[in-house]
Each structure stands twice: as C-alpha cells, then as structure tokens.
C-alpha cells in the first residue's frame, strides 16, 4: 500500500516556481528568458493561489531564467527526444527547476533535487512521467558530478575540452563518489528523512 506523498512547505515552493515556469513556457518563453522574467514580475505582484510566492519560488524561477539555455540542453541532451516540444509541458517545468537546483543551489544535495521533482510530478503528471523525469535528471547528475569543473564555472559558451592526463580519472575508480550523508546540511538530511518516511 502506497501512502500519498506529504508536500513540504520547500516542496510546495518548488512546485510554485514550476507553475511559473511552465506558464511561461504556455506563452511562448522557448529559450527566451525575458518571457519568464516578465511572467515573475507580475506572479510577485498577482498569484493564482491566494498566497504570495514563496522567496525559494521567487530565486527557482531567477535561476532557471539565468541558465534556460543551459538547463534546456541538458535536458534535450539526456531526454532523448527530437525536441524539447516532445516532452509534456508540466514535466519539463519541473525538470527546468530541478535542474536549476543541481546546477545552481549548493544548498540542495542533487538526489535531493531529484527526489523532490519526481514527488511533484508523480501528483501532477501521467503515470509514465516520474519514471522519464528520474531517468533524465539521474543522467544529468551523473553527467554534473563526472564533470571536472563546478556546478557554477561553466559558461555556456565557453568551449570547454576534456581533461587532460593531469586530470584524475574517474573510469575504472573504486571510489564512491556519491553524496554521504555527513556532506549533507541539517535541513538537507531532515529534507531527506521526511522523503524516505513518505515512501
């Protein structure tokens, strides 16, 4: 028996700030960041619910307008679909958010991230949505954490080439590199244990 899952008041937030973000994909944003940033000015002043949104909706929906071109390749890159036109509306606003989070927000551990869009897609989606959601969002941790540069020093246009023979490898390594909980913040880990009890 599967209990519904309980929404945290970050949740909440996070399924706030896709709501903007797919409304804007509604209004024709594609990559056009404005669209978005336009959309929040007025969402901060006029909400369809009757709160205001929450100041992590508000830095959610700044920082995927920051990265949209970014935070959209990654997601063509591991969807595997002729366009992001392919894939349903609500599931990319939620990826374009969790994406954000992983590229973006050194406050939020990845799988954290991940655990938290497929939550909110599972109560808002088709059924196949949460199992194409953690599969395009675990090929994007994965593609982040195997990367020799950090979440933030990575410019879109900037032509980046592989490591060197100074660099460390990471094929054929015994270490494990995922997280420890003993990386992770306080609120992080109680983020995490109010998710494990859900499920």
Not at 83 to 93: F, Q
Request: hydrophobic share 40%.
């Amino acid at each position: 028996m599967s209990k519904a899952f309980r929404f945290t008041s970050r949740t909440k937030a996070r399924k706030r700030a896709a709501d903007v973000v797919f409304e804007a994909d509604q209004r024709g944003m594609g990559r056009n960041p404005d669209v978005l940033r336009d959309l929040l000015r007025q969402r901060k002043v006029i909400t369809a619910a009757e709160t205001p949104l929450p100041e992590y909706s508000i830095q959610a929906i700044e920082g995927v307008a920051d990265n949209l071109r970014r935070i959209d390749d990654l997601i063509e890159k591991h969807a595997n679909v002729a366009g992001l036109d392919r894939i349903a509306g609500v599931d990319l606003a939620v990826m374009r958010v969790g994406v954000w989070e992983m590229l973006d927000n050194d406050d939020v551990a990845n799988i954290i991230a991940i655990d938290e869009a497929i939550a909110i897609v599972k109560s808002i989606s088709g059924d196949g949505a949460p199992q194409f959601v953690n599969a395009v969002l675990d090929a994007i941790r994965r593609e982040l954490e195997a990367s020799p540069w950090s979440r933030r020093s990575c410019d879109n246009d900037a032509d980046v080439s592989a490591p060197g023979d100074d660099a460390p490898s990471l094929a054929g390594s015994d270490e494990d590199t995922s997280p420890k909980t003993h990386d992770l913040s306080v609120d992080e880990l109680e983020e995490l244990d109010e998710l494990l009890d859900e499920y």
